[in-house]
């Protein structure tokens, strides 16, 4: 079955300083990944997402990610990180439900902080 | 111009009630989801319906009962409550268009006291 592994639990960045939050799937053909933000008391919001193609993606405020097969990889990145980017993040992967139906399975979250 | 909304952001209410969370999608989607979030953050997909047909049941309790009047709706209903019912819902759209993708709404936070 797919799974997608986060194993920062909590990160924590100096504001300016670049950040990289990890994010590793299992899955056994071409993968679908996103990374998902969720600002406190707010909703997922989409941050990025790679189907196929180029392997470097970018994405909204400044994110972007890059996929590796070797590695099962799809880690996020920001050269310089504002304070406004303290929140939660989601990677996940499309996969099949039971009945054969699109769904999304999600990481655990990695808790970003950012200290001034 | 809210593209995903959820009524109520917030609920609290007492074991054995029965409570409903609606949702609406203004995006055209066909595809509807719920997603629990657990006091871990941890994000599981709960049912997800299209062209108000269910297709995706994840094996919740049958207290659970999603319904959806029209594709731009799909509300959940829960009947006694439990303590373990507290966590946060999610309603997400997906454009039949692109592979996945989803939107989500802002969430219900439900409080079982």
């Known amino acids: 079955a797919q799974s997608v592994t986060q194993p920062d639990i909590h990160i924590t960045v100096s504001e300016g300083a670049s950040l990289e939050l990890r994010c590793n799937y299992s899955?056994?053909?071409?993968?679908?990944l996103f990374w998902y933000v969720q600002s406190p008391g707010q909703g997922l919001q989409l941050l990025l997402k790679y189907f196929s193609g180029d392997t470097l993606v970018q994405g909204i405020k400044g994110f972007e990610a890059e996929f590796k097969r070797s590695q099962s990889s799809f880690n996020l990145r920001k050269p310089s990180v504002h304070w406004s980017d303290a929140a939660e993040y989601f990677c996940?992967?499309?996969?099949?439900?039971?009945?054969?139906?699109?769904?999304?399975?999600f990481g655990t979250g990695t808790r970003l902080l950012v200290s001034p | 111009d809210t593209a995903v909304s959820q009524t109520p952001k917030y609920l609290v209410t007492q074991m054995g009630n029965d409570k409903s969370i609606k949702c609406e999608q203004n995006l055209g989607h066909d595809t509807m989801y719920w997603y629990k979030q657990d006091s871990k953050k941890f994000l599981k997909i709960m049912f997800s319906?299209?062209?108000?047909?269910?297709?995706i049941n994840e094996t919740v309790p049958n207290r659970f009962s999603p319904k959806s009047p029209d594709k731009a709706h799909l509300n959940l209903h829960i009947n006694s409550l439990e303590l373990g019912d507290s966590a946060v819902y999610f309603c997400a759209s997906r454009p039949g268009t692109v592979a996945y993708e989803q939107y989500f709404g802002p969430g219900t936070r439900l409080t079982v006291t």
């Open positions: 319906y299209n062209n108000k047909e269910l297709i």
């Open positions: 996940a992967v499309g996969a099949l439900s039971g009945t054969g139906f699109q769904k999304l399975v």
């Open positions: 899955y056994g053909a071409t993968p679908y």
